[in-house]
């Protein structure tokens, strides 16, 4: 069901995005991966999030399958991260003819949240698995919501050149075209990474069942 949400929404949003939202003034044509990368990102907060929202109700409720949810959400969120990295460059390259600057804040902010999360996977395989593991990696992934805010809020401080910021208080800075077309494409994006999520985790419970089996059978 999420995967064939995610390719109509997704086809649709980006026949809307190259053939229906009006070229942006100052960019042109280049301005059209906007409604790749910010969906990107923003659906990698959603997957940091979840897994945060796992981590705790592992903690509160002590049902370890929060644990292997939590796990697979934080997956998603890095592989999507890591796009939204890739996005970012291609766009900043493209439009500024600068793949990356370091001087801009929320920038950095953004890969210091990527690579605390990717550390999320060392700290996880250093231990053996069991709860203390499952208990360990839901605190970690409690300490690295807190940088989500911090690093989508950096977006509308700055608002330099290289990340302006497009939601204001009084709404979208973009046309009713624009904002249509990018909705289909953020719906698209979340109903992706809800199909990923869900195969993922069906692939590693059923791998935990085969191994409980295995032990049982030795």
Same mark, same amino acid.
């Given at each position: 069901?999420?995967?064939?949400?995610?390719? $109509?929404?997704?086809?649709?949003?980006?026949?809307?995005?190259?053939?229906?939202?009006?070229?942006?003034?100052?960019?042109?044509?280049?301005?059209?991966?906007?409604?790749?990368?910010?969906?990107?990102? $923003?659906?990698?907060?959603?997957?940091?999030?979840?897994?945060?929202?796992?981590?705790?109700?592992?903690?509160?409720?002590?049902?370890?399958?929060?644990?292997?949810?939590?796990?697979?959400?934080?997956?998603?969120?890095?592989?999507?991260?890591?796009?939204?990295?890739?996005?970012?460059?291609?766009?900043?390259?493209?439009?500024?003819?600068?793949?990356?600057?370091?001087?801009?804040?929320?920038?950095?902010?953004?890969?210091?949240?990527?690579?605390?999360?990717?550390?999320?996977?060392?700290?996880?395989?250093?231990?053996?698995?069991?709860?203390?593991?499952?208990?360990?990696?839901?605190?970690?992934?409690?300490?690295?919501?807190?940088?989500?805010?911090?690093?989508?809020?950096?977006?509308?401080?700055?608002?330099? $050149?290289?990340?302006?910021?497009?939601?204001?208080?009084?709404?979208?800075?973009?046309?009713?075209?624009?904002?249509?077309?990018?909705?289909?494409?953020?719906?698209?994006? $979340?109903?992706?990474?809800?199909?990923?999520?869900?195969?993922?985790?069906?692939?590693?419970?059923?791998?935990?069942?085969?191994?409980?089996?295995?032990?049982?059978?030795?």
């Amino acid at each position: 069901m999420f995967a064939a949400a995610a390719l $109509l929404l997704l086809v649709s949003g980006m026949t809307l995005a190259l053939y229906w939202a009006p070229e942006d003034v100052d960019q042109g044509f280049s301005q059209k991966i906007f409604y790749i990368h910010v969906p990107v990102a $923003l659906t990698a907060y959603a997957c940091f999030g979840w897994g945060a929202w796992k981590a705790l109700r592992l903690l509160w409720k002590r049902e370890q399958r929060y644990d292997l949810e939590s796990y697979t959400a934080i997956h998603m969120g890095t592989i999507f991260g890591l796009l939204t990295l890739v996005t970012g460059s291609i766009w900043a390259k493209i439009s500024w003819n600068i793949w990356w600057s370091w001087g801009e804040r929320q920038l950095v902010l953004f890969l210091i949240l990527f690579l605390f999360y990717s550390a999320y996977f060392m700290l996880r395989y250093s231990i053996d698995p069991g709860p203390q593991r499952a208990n360990l990696s839901a605190v970690y992934a409690l300490f690295g919501v807190a940088l989500i805010p911090v690093s989508f809020l950096a977006i509308r401080i700055a608002g330099t $050149l290289y990340h302006p910021a497009v939601f204001k208080r009084d709404g979208p800075d973009m046309t009713g075209e624009m904002f249509a077309a990018f909705c289909v494409c953020f719906g698209g994006m $979340l109903a992706l990474a809800a199909a990923l999520y869900a195969n993922e985790l069906t692939g590693k419970r059923l791998d935990e069942r085969l191994r409980d089996l295995r032990e049982a059978l030795a």
